[in-house]
């Protein structure tokens, strides 16, 4: 009696002891399971493949007619963003999650399909990278678009014309070798546009070289840069006034060619916002002209005020946007954070607002 009193309470011990550890096994796999599944979704993107679909964003329309070949994944193969599924073939429309128009629209080139049934989650993108100059009347857009896609900052896809990211770029700087005192590439030069009277006054002042098709000195694309790296100072004027309205003629004429912007477009806090305060000199510090022609003149004779100007490319690099693609895979990187309800039913006064 005691012997089997002693032995059944031997076995419940045990069985106690057996469930804690089954306990423990179980909590122990568990922590493993979760611990893997999450480094594998930290690791690598394209494991959420299998766990959540892809973003499809169908192109309606190339911007300019500018067609190009996409690949079966092309946002992640060309630009490493996953689960984005871009696409232009319009026969996919009924599953497109996001659908971009642009200004195709407003030549005739293209128009709305308004005919089909609108998938009621699907957003219809506007997007144009010219200023509201040049747009023409979008009071036609009211109450059909979910989403904007410009270069302005408060578009819902805000995509720059480019971008200072921190420096990767090994070694110092260098700059490029000067012999030019000021430079200037234009193929629309309009005697209305406010630049036109800049240039006029400056070039009576110092000497300006003017390049392209209006000059008729057209350069290939490989000759832009290295033509305009030998001049102290390129004109980026744009052609229109508007806020964030800083273009290539800043980030790729002057600033990839290794040579100081004098910008013409919209205030100086406007590019502070994008640029540091010490990497330009703006038409408007000067009150006049001959004050602007004057300070470029000092600045190319004193070499070290002249290459302060360059003291922030120790810092950062200088990025563009090459392709439409690129700018169109940015949606599927933002797309959580893109507002899931939204209607622009005054597309035109968005699209023209100064702050
Ligand atoms: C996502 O799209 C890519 C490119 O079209 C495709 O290769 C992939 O199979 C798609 N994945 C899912 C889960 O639909
Ligand atoms: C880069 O510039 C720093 C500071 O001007 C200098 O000390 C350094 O030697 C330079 N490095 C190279 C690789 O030229
Ligand atoms: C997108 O805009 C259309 C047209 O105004 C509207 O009917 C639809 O509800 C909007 N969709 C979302 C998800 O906001």
Same mark, same amino acid.
């Given at each position: 009696?005691?012997?089997?009193?002693?032995?059944?309470?031997?076995?419940?011990?045990?069985?106690?002891?057996?469930?804690? %550890?089954?306990?423990?096994?179980?909590?122990?796999?568990?922590?493993?399971?979760?611990?893997?599944?999450?480094?594998?979704?930290?690791?690598?993107?394209?494991?959420?493949?299998?766990?959540?679909?892809?973003?499809?964003?169908?192109?309606?329309?190339?911007?300019?007619?500018?067609?190009?070949?996409?690949?079966?994944?092309?946002?992640?193969?060309?630009?490493?963003?996953?689960?984005?599924?871009?696409?232009?073939?319009?026969?996919?429309?009924?599953?497109?999650?996001?659908?971009?128009?642009?200004?195709?629209?407003?030549?005739?080139?293209?128009?709305?399909?308004?005919?089909?049934?609108?998938?009621?989650?699907?957003?219809?993108?506007? %997007?144009?990278?010219?200023?509201?100059?040049?747009?023409?009347?979008?009071?036609?857009?009211?109450?059909?678009?979910?989403?904007?896609?410009?270069?302005?900052?408060?578009?819902?896809? /805000?995509?720059?014309?480019? $971008?200072?990211?921190?420096?990767?770029?090994?070694?110092?700087?260098?700059?490029?070798?000067?012999?030019?005192?000021?430079?200037?590439?234009?193929?629309?030069?309009?005697?209305?546009?406010?630049?036109?009277?800049?240039?006029?006054?400056?070039?009576?002042?110092?000497?300006? $070289?003017?390049?392209?098709?209006?000059?008729?000195?057209?350069?290939?694309?490989?000759?832009?840069?290295?033509?305009? /790296?030998?001049?102290? %100072?390129?004109?980026?004027?744009?052609?229109?006034?508007?806020?964030?309205?800083?273009? $290539?003629?800043?980030?790729?004429?002057?600033?990839?060619?290794?040579?100081?912007?004098?910008?013409?477009?919209?205030?100086?806090?406007?590019?502070?916002?994008?640029?540091?305060?010490?990497? %330009?000199?703006?038409?408007?510090?000067?009150?006049?002209?001959?004050?602007?022609?004057?300070?470029?003149?000092?600045?190319?004779?004193?070499? $070290?005020?002249?290459?302060?100007?360059?003291?922030?490319?120790?810092?950062?690099?200088?990025?563009?946007?090459?392709?439409?693609?690129?700018?169109?895979?940015?949606?599927?990187?933002?797309?959580?954070?893109?507002?899931?309800?939204?209607?622009?039913?005054?597309?035109?006064?968005?699209?023209?607002?100064?702050?």
């Amino acid at each position: 009696m005691a012997v089997s009193n002693a032995a059944s309470a031997v076995s419940s011990m045990d069985f106690k002891k057996c469930r804690k %550890f089954h306990v423990f096994l179980v909590l122990a796999l568990v922590f493993i399971i979760s611990c893997s599944v999450s480094y594998k979704w930290s690791i690598s993107g394209r494991w959420r493949e299998t766990v959540r679909s892809n973003v499809t964003i169908l192109i309606w329309t190339w911007p300019f007619g500018q067609t190009s070949t996409l690949r079966k994944d092309e946002c992640w193969d060309s630009y490493h963003v996953p689960d984005c599924n871009l696409v232009d073939s319009r026969s996919l429309f009924s599953q497109a999650d996001v659908v971009i128009y642009n200004r195709e629209l407003q030549n005739g080139v293209t128009k709305l399909p308004l005919d089909l049934p609108r998938p009621p989650a699907q957003k219809w993108v506007w %997007f144009s990278l010219e200023s509201p100059t040049h747009n023409g009347d979008l009071r036609r857009y009211g109450g059909v678009f979910n989403w904007t896609m410009s270069y302005q900052n408060d578009a819902d896809i /805000s995509v720059p014309y480019g $971008e200072l990211v921190p420096r990767t770029t090994k070694g110092n700087y260098t700059i490029p070798a000067k012999k030019t005192m000021a430079c200037w590439v234009v193929s629309n030069y309009q005697s209305s546009h406010k630049r036109s009277g800049v240039y006029m006054s400056l070039k009576s002042l110092i000497p300006v $070289e003017v390049y392209g098709r209006w000059a008729n000195k057209p350069l290939n694309d490989d000759q832009v840069l290295p033509i305009i /790296s030998q001049c102290y %100072f390129y004109l980026a004027f744009e052609n229109s006034l508007h806020r964030d309205y800083i273009t $290539e003629k800043l980030w790729y004429n002057a600033f990839l060619a290794g040579t100081v912007p004098v910008v013409l477009g919209p205030p100086r806090a406007n590019y502070e916002a994008y640029i540091p305060k010490d990497s %330009f000199i703006h038409v408007d510090d000067f009150a006049s002209i001959t004050e602007l022609a004057t300070f470029l003149n000092e600045l190319a004779s004193d070499k $070290e005020r002249y290459n302060s100007y360059f003291r922030w490319r120790s810092d950062y690099d200088v990025k563009r946007y090459y392709s439409w693609q690129e700018r169109f895979c940015k949606i599927c990187e933002i797309y959580e954070r893109l507002p899931p309800r939204k209607i622009y039913d005054d597309l035109d006064s968005w699209s023209k607002h100064e702050p």
